[in-house]
């Protein structure tokens, strides 16, 4: 497969990078680092979680590498922590992380992180210590959907950050099968926040059926409402309550997608007696 990217400049004076191939602009409203800012480092209290955390290592899982705006802004804002952290990222290509360190002078973001980049393009994983932070960075390239259902051993996160196509654009990304999976794989005794841009009743029916407690998440400039998911009530500022549920209940699109296959459906009688039965809106 051939992938071709050039870099872009947004309405804003921002620089970003398009893929040609699939006719899409990374983070294309407010650009790479606020978007990061915004819906990860500030949503999911990246900074007070990781000083608070007595963990020997904190993990955070990166789904959606691409040019890896998300993880270096992130370092940023953790380097003077004096913790260590594993970040796991997961793409089905190295490309936008290639283009992004040949043309990190013009993106601003990569600058710093050159020998990282090299080293997961080359190694797919890297240490370094960034300021006071020590990283352990791998990068898995694979189908993230095959790979979360296999036996492939992975660290229990405390934070996601999820970065895929929507589900329209990229259906096996958001099925229900692959969030109960996701949702296993989680830590019952490690709180874990995950985070994404979609405001979706859709999405949100399926990390409701997926075992995770839902919010309504920040606004990020381009999205007035995002989401976030967790294992973990307590890490849910304003969760979905009954408002939220009627208008599911009611909604023509808001039945998970139990295959790769993108489609629109209201709620059947299984999902809508499961969310009626969910745990966070029995005590709204």
Not at 51 to 57: G, K, L, R, V
Not at 200 to 209: C, G, H
Not at 236 to 250: E, N, V
Request: proline share 7%; net charge negative.
């Amino acid at each position: 497969m051939e992938f071709a990217y050039s870099l872009v400049q947004l309405a804003n004076g921002t620089t970003s990078i398009r893929s040609l191939a699939e006719g899409e602009t990374f983070h294309p409203v407010i650009g790479p680092v606020a978007e990061a800012e915004a819906l990860y480092v500030r949503q999911l209290r990246l900074p007070e979680r990781l000083t608070a955390s007595t963990d020997d290592e904190w993990v955070l899982w990166d789904v959606g590498l691409g040019s890896a705006a998300n993880v270096t802004t992130a370092l940023r804002h953790l380097a003077g922590i004096p913790k260590r952290i594993c970040i796991v990222s997961f793409d089905h290509t190295l490309e936008p992380l290639r283009f992004a360190r040949d043309h990190a002078q013009e993106l601003g973001y990569p600058l710093g992180f050159e020998t990282a980049f090299g080293a997961l393009l080359e190694h797919h994983q890297c240490e370094f210590i960034h300021d006071r932070l020590s990283v352990r960075w791998q990068a898995e390239v694979a189908d993230f959907p095959s790979l979360i259902q296999s036996a492939a051993p992975l660290p229990a996160p405390h934070a996601i950050f999820y970065d895929a196509y929507s589900p329209a654009r990229n259906p096996a990304m958001w099925t229900l099968p692959l969030f109960q999976r996701l949702f296993d794989r989680l830590d019952p005794e490690r709180p874990c926040a995950m985070a994404t841009y979609s405001r979706a009743t859709l999405l949100r029916t399926t990390l409701l059926r997926a075992g995770f407690c839902v919010g309504a998440g920040e606004a990020t400039g381009e999205k007035e409402e995002t989401t976030l998911a967790s294992n973990a009530l307590s890490l849910i500022p304003r969760p979905l309550g009954s408002d939220w549920l009627g208008r599911a209940l009611r909604s023509t699109s808001a039945e998970p997608l139990e295959s790769a296959v993108y489609r629109q459906a209201p709620l059947s009688e299984g999902t809508r007696a499961a969310l009626l039965g969910h745990p966070q809106f029995r005590q709204d």
